[in-house]
Protein backbone atom coordinates (compact mmCIF):
# COMPACT_ATOMS: atom_id res chain seq x y z
CA UNK A 1 0.00 0.00 0.00
CA UNK A 2 1.10 3.48 -0.79
CA UNK A 3 0.09 5.83 2.05
CA UNK A 4 2.66 8.62 2.39
CA UNK A 5 3.12 11.38 -0.26
CA UNK A 6 6.03 14.31 -0.22
CA UNK A 7 4.71 17.44 -1.92
CA UNK A 8 7.80 19.50 -2.62
CA UNK A 9 7.16 23.54 -2.32
CA UNK A 10 10.07 25.15 -1.44
CA UNK A 11 11.14 27.17 -5.01
CA UNK A 12 11.06 30.55 -5.57
CA UNK A 13 8.99 31.06 -7.96
CA UNK A 14 11.02 33.65 -9.93
CA UNK A 15 9.39 32.45 -13.09
CA UNK A 16 5.41 33.94 -11.02
CA UNK A 17 7.85 37.22 -9.34
CA UNK A 18 6.39 40.01 -8.04
CA UNK A 19 3.53 38.03 -6.94
CA UNK A 20 6.10 35.34 -5.22
CA UNK A 21 8.27 37.83 -4.05
CA UNK A 22 5.88 37.42 -0.73
CA UNK A 23 3.23 34.47 -1.45
CA UNK A 24 4.20 30.77 -2.28
CA UNK A 25 4.20 29.92 -5.90
CA UNK A 26 1.69 27.13 -4.52
CA UNK A 27 -0.97 29.98 -3.41
CA UNK A 28 -1.22 30.90 -6.26
CA UNK A 29 -5.14 30.77 -6.64
CA UNK A 30 -6.94 29.19 -9.33
CA UNK A 31 -10.07 31.30 -9.12
CA UNK A 32 -10.40 31.07 -5.35
CA UNK A 33 -8.60 27.83 -4.71
CA UNK A 34 -4.70 27.55 -4.05
CA UNK A 35 -2.37 25.23 -6.48
CA UNK A 36 -1.66 23.51 -3.70
CA UNK A 37 -4.50 22.79 -2.21
CA UNK A 38 -5.88 20.93 -5.67
CA UNK A 39 -2.31 18.83 -5.68
CA UNK A 40 -3.07 17.88 -1.75
CA UNK A 41 -7.07 16.94 -2.61
CA UNK A 42 -5.47 14.49 -6.18
CA UNK A 43 -3.17 12.82 -3.34
CA UNK A 44 -6.22 11.93 -0.86
CA UNK A 45 -8.34 11.05 -3.82
CA UNK A 46 -5.37 8.35 -4.89
CA UNK A 47 -5.59 6.85 -1.29
CA UNK A 48 -2.64 8.95 0.27
CA UNK A 49 -3.37 9.42 3.94
CA UNK A 50 -0.05 11.44 5.10
CA UNK A 51 1.42 14.10 3.35
CA UNK A 52 4.82 15.88 4.49
CA UNK A 53 5.20 19.21 2.59
CA UNK A 54 8.96 20.10 1.92
CA UNK A 55 8.44 24.27 2.27
CA UNK A 56 11.12 26.98 2.59
CA UNK A 57 11.84 30.21 3.83
CA UNK A 58 8.42 32.88 3.27
CA UNK A 59 5.98 29.78 2.88
CA UNK A 60 4.13 29.92 6.10
CA UNK A 61 1.05 31.02 4.25
CA UNK A 62 0.52 27.13 3.27
CA UNK A 63 1.16 25.98 6.75
CA UNK A 64 -1.73 28.19 7.58
CA UNK A 65 -3.71 27.19 4.60
CA UNK A 66 -4.25 23.54 5.87
CA UNK A 67 -4.16 24.41 9.48
CA UNK A 68 -7.10 25.05 11.14
CA UNK A 69 -8.55 28.58 12.40
CA UNK A 70 -10.40 28.83 15.03
CA UNK A 71 -11.72 32.51 15.16
CA UNK A 72 -12.72 32.04 11.29
CA UNK A 73 -14.49 29.14 12.27
CA UNK A 74 -16.33 30.52 14.85
CA UNK A 75 -17.25 33.62 13.27
CA UNK A 76 -18.46 31.08 9.99
CA UNK A 77 -20.38 28.72 12.29
CA UNK A 78 -22.81 31.52 13.03
CA UNK A 79 -23.56 31.93 9.51
CA UNK A 80 -27.31 30.53 8.80
CA UNK A 81 -25.51 29.46 5.14
CA UNK A 82 -23.22 26.19 6.97
CA UNK A 83 -20.97 26.14 3.21
CA UNK A 84 -18.41 28.54 4.41
CA UNK A 85 -17.84 26.48 7.48
CA UNK A 86 -17.75 23.31 5.95
CA UNK A 87 -15.45 24.51 3.26
CA UNK A 88 -13.47 25.95 5.37
CA UNK A 89 -13.50 23.02 8.11
CA UNK A 90 -12.59 20.05 4.72
CA UNK A 91 -9.70 21.88 4.01
CA UNK A 92 -7.84 21.67 7.36
CA UNK A 93 -9.50 18.03 7.65
CA UNK A 94 -8.02 16.62 4.41
CA UNK A 95 -5.23 14.22 5.29
CA UNK A 96 -2.20 14.23 8.34
CA UNK A 97 -0.38 17.31 6.43
CA UNK A 98 3.40 17.29 7.97
CA UNK A 99 5.81 20.41 7.08
CA UNK A 100 9.68 20.50 7.15
CA UNK A 101 11.62 23.12 5.32
CA UNK A 102 14.26 22.66 3.31
CA UNK A 103 17.13 25.64 4.19
CA UNK A 104 19.04 25.94 1.07
CA UNK A 105 17.34 25.62 -2.22
CA UNK A 106 19.62 22.53 -3.87
CA UNK A 107 17.21 21.25 -6.22
CA UNK A 108 14.02 18.88 -6.78
CA UNK A 109 16.31 16.45 -5.66
CA UNK A 110 17.57 17.63 -2.80
CA UNK A 111 14.55 18.74 -1.02
CA UNK A 112 13.16 14.86 -1.55
CA UNK A 113 16.11 13.85 0.34
CA UNK A 114 14.43 15.95 3.04
CA UNK A 115 11.78 13.12 3.09
CA UNK A 116 13.92 10.22 3.65
CA UNK A 117 13.05 9.35 7.66
CA UNK A 118 9.35 10.52 7.43
CA UNK A 119 9.21 8.13 4.47
CA UNK A 120 11.07 4.98 5.76
CA UNK A 121 11.24 2.40 3.97
CA UNK A 122 8.28 2.13 1.80
CA UNK A 123 7.63 3.22 -1.81
CA UNK A 124 6.14 6.88 -1.41
CA UNK A 125 4.55 8.86 -4.03
CA UNK A 126 5.83 12.46 -4.83
CA UNK A 127 3.56 15.85 -6.61
CA UNK A 128 4.98 18.56 -7.75
CA UNK A 129 3.30 21.25 -5.57
CA UNK A 130 3.16 23.45 -8.64
CA UNK A 131 1.71 21.49 -11.18
CA UNK A 132 -1.96 20.45 -11.54
CA UNK A 133 -3.09 17.24 -13.40
CA UNK A 134 -6.62 16.75 -13.78
CA UNK A 135 -8.53 13.71 -15.18
CA UNK A 136 -11.83 12.78 -15.45
CA UNK A 137 -11.40 9.25 -14.97
CA UNK A 138 -9.05 8.75 -12.29
CA UNK A 139 -6.57 10.92 -9.87
CA UNK A 140 -3.37 10.71 -11.58
CA UNK A 141 -1.42 9.66 -8.53
CA UNK A 142 -3.82 6.94 -8.53
CA UNK A 143 -3.42 5.81 -11.79
CA UNK A 144 0.31 5.39 -10.67
CA UNK A 145 -0.58 3.47 -7.30
CA UNK A 146 -2.24 1.17 -9.86
CA UNK A 147 0.46 0.47 -12.39
CA UNK A 148 2.62 0.24 -9.25
CA UNK A 149 0.51 -2.86 -7.58
CA UNK A 150 1.31 -4.63 -10.82
CA UNK A 151 4.80 -4.57 -11.21
CA UNK A 152 6.11 -3.04 -7.24
CA UNK A 153 8.53 -1.12 -9.46
CA UNK A 154 8.84 3.06 -9.54
CA UNK A 155 7.09 4.30 -11.81
CA UNK A 156 6.46 8.19 -13.43
CA UNK A 157 3.98 9.84 -15.07
CA UNK A 158 4.83 11.54 -18.60
CA UNK A 159 3.52 13.41 -21.46
CA UNK A 160 4.19 13.67 -24.75
CA UNK A 161 5.55 17.21 -25.31
CA UNK A 162 6.55 19.20 -28.76
CA UNK A 163 9.71 18.37 -29.66
CA UNK A 164 10.96 21.96 -29.32
CA UNK A 165 10.11 21.64 -25.48
CA UNK A 166 11.81 18.65 -24.36
CA UNK A 167 14.92 21.12 -23.09
CA UNK A 168 12.25 21.52 -20.35
CA UNK A 169 11.27 18.75 -18.81
CA UNK A 170 12.92 15.54 -17.70
CA UNK A 171 13.11 12.93 -20.55
CA UNK A 172 12.75 9.20 -21.05
CA UNK A 173 13.79 6.59 -23.13
CA UNK A 174 12.66 3.16 -23.26
CA UNK A 175 10.04 0.55 -24.94
CA UNK A 176 6.88 0.19 -25.04
CA UNK A 177 5.54 -2.91 -22.79
CA UNK A 178 1.72 -1.91 -23.06
CA UNK A 179 -0.48 0.56 -24.35
CA UNK A 180 0.61 2.82 -22.01
CA UNK A 181 3.48 2.06 -20.02
CA UNK A 182 7.21 2.16 -21.22
CA UNK A 183 10.06 0.29 -19.48
CA UNK A 184 12.31 3.36 -18.99
CA UNK A 185 15.56 2.58 -19.88
CA UNK A 186 17.29 6.21 -20.12
CA UNK A 187 16.32 9.76 -18.55
CA UNK A 188 17.95 12.80 -19.27
CA UNK A 189 16.91 16.10 -17.22
CA UNK A 190 16.13 19.13 -19.76
CA UNK A 191 18.19 17.89 -22.60
CA UNK A 192 19.17 19.68 -26.01
CA UNK A 193 16.31 18.88 -28.40
CA UNK A 194 18.67 16.76 -30.78
CA UNK A 195 19.94 14.67 -27.74
CA UNK A 196 16.43 13.60 -26.59
CA UNK A 197 16.02 10.04 -26.48
CA UNK A 198 11.93 10.73 -26.60
CA UNK A 199 9.21 13.50 -26.13
CA UNK A 200 8.38 11.69 -23.30
CA UNK A 201 8.59 14.15 -20.72
CA UNK A 202 7.94 13.50 -16.64
CA UNK A 203 5.27 15.46 -15.65
CA UNK A 204 5.11 16.19 -11.77
CA UNK A 205 4.10 13.21 -10.38
CA UNK A 206 6.21 9.81 -9.30
CA UNK A 207 5.88 6.95 -7.37
CA UNK A 208 9.19 6.03 -5.76
CA UNK A 209 11.01 3.08 -3.90
CA UNK A 210 12.76 4.13 -0.92
CA UNK A 211 16.51 2.98 -2.73
CA UNK A 212 16.02 6.43 -4.34
CA UNK A 213 17.26 7.92 -0.99
CA UNK A 214 20.74 5.95 -0.92
CA UNK A 215 20.90 7.32 -5.10
CA UNK A 216 20.05 11.12 -4.06
CA UNK A 217 23.08 10.70 -1.35
CA UNK A 218 25.36 9.55 -4.31
CA UNK A 219 23.86 12.26 -6.83
CA UNK A 220 26.71 15.21 -8.12
CA UNK A 221 25.06 18.27 -9.10
CA UNK A 222 23.97 18.04 -12.40
CA UNK A 223 21.78 20.60 -15.00
CA UNK A 224 21.51 24.06 -13.45
CA UNK A 225 24.15 23.09 -10.86
CA UNK A 226 21.19 21.69 -8.98
CA UNK A 227 20.64 17.75 -7.38
CA UNK A 228 18.53 16.78 -9.13
CA UNK A 229 15.94 14.34 -9.02
CA UNK A 230 16.17 12.52 -12.68
CA UNK A 231 19.76 11.83 -12.14
CA UNK A 232 19.01 9.77 -9.41
CA UNK A 233 16.26 7.73 -10.87
CA UNK A 234 18.67 7.15 -13.73
CA UNK A 235 21.06 5.85 -11.02
CA UNK A 236 18.13 3.63 -9.83
CA UNK A 237 18.08 1.87 -13.47
CA UNK A 238 21.14 -0.10 -12.51
CA UNK A 239 19.51 -1.84 -9.66
CA UNK A 240 15.75 -1.79 -10.25
CA UNK A 241 13.22 -1.54 -13.40
CA UNK A 242 11.64 2.06 -13.72
CA UNK A 243 8.40 2.04 -15.72
CA UNK A 244 6.53 5.05 -17.32
CA UNK A 245 3.08 5.63 -17.49
CA UNK A 246 1.24 8.44 -20.04
CA UNK A 247 -1.67 8.71 -17.89
CA UNK A 248 -4.90 10.04 -18.70
CA UNK A 249 -5.65 13.42 -18.33
CA UNK A 250 -3.96 16.74 -18.62
CA UNK A 251 -1.29 19.00 -16.80
CA UNK A 252 -1.19 22.73 -16.05
CA UNK A 253 1.57 24.17 -15.44
CA UNK A 254 0.97 27.16 -12.91
CA UNK A 255 4.50 28.49 -12.67
CA UNK A 256 3.87 28.98 -16.53
CA UNK A 257 2.30 32.22 -16.61
CA UNK A 258 0.62 31.33 -20.01
CA UNK A 259 -0.14 27.78 -19.20
CA UNK A 260 -1.83 30.05 -15.74
CA UNK A 261 -4.19 31.89 -17.79
CA UNK A 262 -5.54 29.12 -19.88
CA UNK A 263 -5.65 27.16 -16.30
CA UNK A 264 -8.04 29.87 -15.17
CA UNK A 265 -10.24 29.59 -18.30
CA UNK A 266 -10.57 25.61 -18.51
CA UNK A 267 -11.14 25.54 -14.49
CA UNK A 268 -13.35 28.71 -14.82
CA UNK A 269 -15.52 26.79 -17.94
CA UNK A 270 -15.66 24.00 -15.26
CA UNK A 271 -17.76 25.76 -12.33
CA UNK A 272 -21.55 25.91 -12.36
CA UNK A 273 -21.50 28.82 -10.53
CA UNK A 274 -21.09 30.81 -13.63
CA UNK A 275 -23.35 31.91 -15.92
CA UNK A 276 -23.68 30.01 -19.17
CA UNK A 277 -23.19 33.73 -20.67
CA UNK A 278 -19.56 33.74 -19.21
CA UNK A 279 -19.02 30.32 -19.96
CA UNK A 280 -19.91 31.26 -23.67
CA UNK A 281 -17.48 34.13 -23.23
CA UNK A 282 -14.71 32.08 -21.91
CA UNK A 283 -15.05 29.42 -24.22
CA UNK A 284 -14.07 32.04 -26.97
CA UNK A 285 -10.91 32.48 -25.32
CA UNK A 286 -9.70 29.33 -26.09
C1 LIG B 1 10.94 19.32 -12.70
C2 LIG B 1 11.68 18.03 -13.02
C3 LIG B 1 11.49 17.66 -14.48
C4 LIG B 1 10.02 17.58 -14.83
C5 LIG B 1 9.31 18.89 -14.45
C6 LIG B 1 7.81 18.75 -14.64
O1 LIG B 1 11.56 20.38 -13.38
O2 LIG B 1 13.04 18.19 -12.69
O3 LIG B 1 12.12 16.43 -14.74
O4 LIG B 1 9.83 17.29 -16.19
O5 LIG B 1 9.56 19.23 -13.08
O6 LIG B 1 7.16 19.91 -14.31
P1 LIG B 1 11.27 21.94 -13.00
O7 LIG B 1 10.05 22.33 -13.78
O8 LIG B 1 11.06 22.01 -11.52
O9 LIG B 1 12.50 22.67 -13.45
Known amino acids: MITKAVIPAAGFG???LPITKAIPKEMIPIIDTPTIQYVVEEAVDSGIEDILIISGKDKRAIEDHFDSNPALESRLAEKADQSWYKMVRHISNLANIHIIRQKELNGLGDAIRHARWHVGNHPFAILLGDTILHSDSKPVTRQLIDVYREYHQSVVAVQRVPQDKVSRYGIVGGHKISENIWEMTEMIEKPAPETAPSNLAFAGRYILTASIFDKLDET?????????LTDAMKALLADEKTFACIFDGKRYDIGNKLDYLKTLVEYGLR??????????????VI
Open 14 to 16: TRF
Open 220 to 228: PRGKNDEIQ
Open 271 to 284: REEFSDDFRTFLKT
